[in-house]
């Protein structure tokens, strides 16, 4: 489970975004806050490996989108120093 904080500022018509990890499509929501950030939680069932969560505006005229502060919750991984999650296999106790 990765998590991470999203801002958004926008005028206007609320705008929408979308979450993909790899070129996977995860979600798409409409925006609908003003002057707070969204904690979002991205549940990743992969094998291990490394994957890139990008987030992008669909309608980008009066809108930007920035994320910050990726994070591991839960689960057997790390974010590497290109922002990456890289899910591993755990060690068995020996």
């Known amino acids: 489970m990765a998590q ?4 958004c500022k926008w ?14 499509l995860f979600t798409e929501r ?3 806050w003003q002057n707070q950030y969204l904690e979002e939680s991205i549940q ?3 094998p291990p490996g490394k994957y890139t969560v ?12 920035k994320v910050r502060n ?10 590497t120093p290109q922002g ?3 899910i591993y296999t755990p060690e068995k106790p020996t």
């Open 4 to 7: 991470c904080d999203v801002y």
């Open 11 to 24: 005028s206007g018509e609320p705008p929408r975004y979308r979450c993909f990890v790899n070129d996977e």
């Open 30 to 32: 409409t925006w609908i």
């Open 44 to 46: 990743i069932n992969a």
């Open 54 to 65: 990008r987030y992008e505006l669909v309608d980008t005229e009066h809108a930007a989108i």
């Open 70 to 79: 990726l994070r591991i919750e839960t689960g057997p991984a790390i974010i």
């Open 84 to 86: 990456q999650v890289q």
